[in-house]
């Protein structure tokens, strides 16, 4: 099993990660600040599952920055706790797995 971890993570460019890193926390944000905008206009909003999810999928910076620059969700527990631990997990696990296959 660790054979097989430490080649997906060589295989991976750091680049491409990047890359996606980019695009996950841009869209988190934008979609942190679309859903505002509707939620003051009354119309249809993103729910929050896909919000959390943006996060779970590595948007966690640009969906806490889009939380707080927007003010939205800020009062929900969900987020202003879930969103940072999400974070802070995703962080110690890449750390984890660097320092213990590369």
Known sequence: MEEVIRNILLLVNIKYLIIYLLIINLIGFLAMGIDKFKAQRGYWRIP???????????????????????????????????????????????????????
């Open 48 to 102: 929050e599952a896909s919000l959390m999810t943006l996060c779970l999928l590595g948007g966690g910076i640009g969906t806490i920055v889009g939380m707080y620059l927007f003010r939205h969700k800020t009062k929900k527990l969900k987020f202003t706790v879930g969103m940072p631990t999400i974070l802070i997990m995703e962080i110690a696990i890449t750390i984890y797995l660097i320092v213990k296959y590369i």
